[in-house]
Antibody
Framework: QVQLVESGGGVVQPGRSLRLSCAVS????????MQWARQAPGKGLEWVAV????????YYADSVKGRFTISRDNSKNTLYLEINSLRAEDTAVYYC????????????WGRGTLVTVSS | QTVVTQEPSFSVSPGGTVTLTCGLS?????????PSWYQQTPGQAPRTLIY???LRSSGVPDRFSGSILGNKAALTITGAQADDESDYYC??????????FGGGTKLTVL
């Protein structure tokens, strides 16, 4: 069955870096566009970044541009999100998901991984 | 900066009908923004309900429907049930690989 499993979250000090992973199974990852969204505690969902199936295009929300990097390894069926210079406001549950081009929506979601930025 | 607006909260009686809306600070929402809707209960991942304005995702009951009402996207729940009590988010595709979530609507069924 379809599975998207995020990992790599935890408690991190401000200013440090972190790489989140999203392991995918049950659908053809190499032909799927993928995205990351996040949700701060008690807040709404926020779209973060997207990457095309072949990695040729990447786009970011203005709020994370310059500090976040989305990438993928199609040989490992894995999506990544690298976060640099972590700030308290990056504390959130990070969800990975698939987007469908042409209809431009997110059809599959993982269960999320919690990142807590704290000294 | 583009802001997608939703009602912060809404209440509906069991069996009743409710329409949640999704607006745009810079103008009108149209089908060109491919509005989609997601349901989320606390501690859970989002669940996709509606995409491309009015298409239901697989397994979503037909009491959930999407439309454009005036200058906003809308999600209508007909015959609300207790387990519809959730947060509902709309998302608009702005083009060029950019999406924006609305702030979400907390729906209470009572």
């Amino acid at each position: 069955q379809v599975q998207l499993v995020e990992s790599g979250g935890g408690v991190v000090q401000p200013g440090r870096s972190l790489r989140l992973s999203c392991a995918v199974s049950g659908f053809t990852f190499r032909t799927s566009g993928m995205q990351w969204a996040r949700q701060a505690p008690g807040k709404g969902l926020e779209w973060v970044a997207v990457i095309w199936s072949d990695g040729s295009e990447k786009y970011y929300a203005d709020s994370v541009k310059g500090r976040f990097t989305i990438s993928r390894d199609n040989s490992k069926n894995t999506l990544y999100l690298e976060i640099n210079s972590l700030r308290a406001e990056d504390t959130a549950v990070y969800y990975c998901g698939r987007f469908l081009g042409g209809v431009w929506y997110f059809d599959l979601w993982g269960r999320g991984t919690l990142v807590t930025v704290s000294s | 900066q583009t802001v997608v607006t939703q009602e912060p909260s809404f209440s509906v009686s069991p069996g009743g009908t409710v329409t949640l809306t999704c607006g745009l600070s810079t103008g009108s929402v149209s089908t060109a923004y491919y509005p989609s809707w997601y349901q989320q209960t606390p501690g859970q991942a989002p669940r996709t309900l509606i995409y491309s304005t009015n298409l239901r995702s697989s397994g979503v009951p037909d009491r959930f429907s999407g439309s454009i009402l005036g200058n906003k996207a809308a999600l209508t729940i007909t015959g609300a049930q207790a387990d519809d009590e959730s947060d509902y988010y709309c998302v608009l595709y702005m083009g060029s690989g950019i999406w924006v979530f609305g702030g979400g609507t907390k729906l209470t069924v009572l």
